[in-house]
Every structure is written in C-alpha cells, then in structure tokens.
Nanobody
Framework: QVRLVESGGGLVQPGGSLRLSCAAS????????MGWYRQAPGKQRELVAA???????NYADSAKGRFTMSRDNAKNTVYLQMNSLKPEDTAVYYC???????????????WGQGTQVTVSS
C-alpha cells in the first residue's frame, strides 16, 4: 500500500501562482502514471493533468498553457505548477496513481487527502 500526501495549496489572488506537491510514501512502481484531479463544491471531480513514468504530460483544456505537471521519480514526488490562476480554479486538488493507455489516464485506488486551492481577491 502507498500513501500520497499533497501540499502547497492555499489562498492566492487571481493571476497568481501556486506549486502543488504530491509525495508518495514509497517508490512508485515503474510504469505507473500519476494524475492531478480537482473537485469544486457541487461539481464532479475532474482530471486536470496526468504524467507518464517517462515524464510525458497531458492537460485538460482548462489547464493548457497555465499548468505544468512534472515528476521526480527519485523523490517519489509529482508537482503541479499553476500559473495565471483564476477564481474558477478554486477546488480541492488530489493526486492519484494510475495508468495511461492510448493517451487516456485511468486512476487507481490510491488517492491523496487533497489540498485546498482558493483563488480570490
């Protein structure tokens, strides 16, 4: 079993930046992809970005050009750099271990507890 711990959330003004981190409690198996999801109040959880073991990332349309996902396999950590934040980015952000298949990300059973991001003036 693996535990994922997100950090880096907080309150930021529109146009600001945050960097989220997700640290795994043990080595993530070779081949596993990682994803960042978010869930705003009253809305379904949605995929924001995903990254393969080799570091190839894909993004939701809402995140393209503003968010960058990266991973450091030696540190068992993935990151989400979020720039030009908007009020509609306000949500709880979760990381998850999963797999990718034909360009699609499929989350597994191991999720973090989430970190709150609030974009407001």
């Amino acid at each position: 079993q693996v535990r994922l711990v997100e950090s880096g959330g907080g309150l930021v003004q529109p146009g600001g930046s945050l960097r989220l981190s997700c640290a795994a409690s043990r080595i993530i198996s070779t081949g596993n992809a990682m994803g960042w999801y978010r869930q705003a109040p009253g809305k379904q959880r949605e995929l924001v970005a995903a990254i393969t073991w080799g570091g190839s990332a894909n993004y939701a349309d809402s995140a393209k050009g503003r968010f960058t996902m990266s991973r450091d396999n030696a540190k068992n950590t993935v990151y989400l750099q979020m720039n030009s934040l908007k009020p509609e980015d306000t949500a709880v952000y979760y990381c998850v271990i999963g797999i990718t298949d034909r360009g699609m990300f499929y989350p597994g059973d191991y999720w973090g507890q989430g970190t709150q991001v609030t974009v407001s003036s």
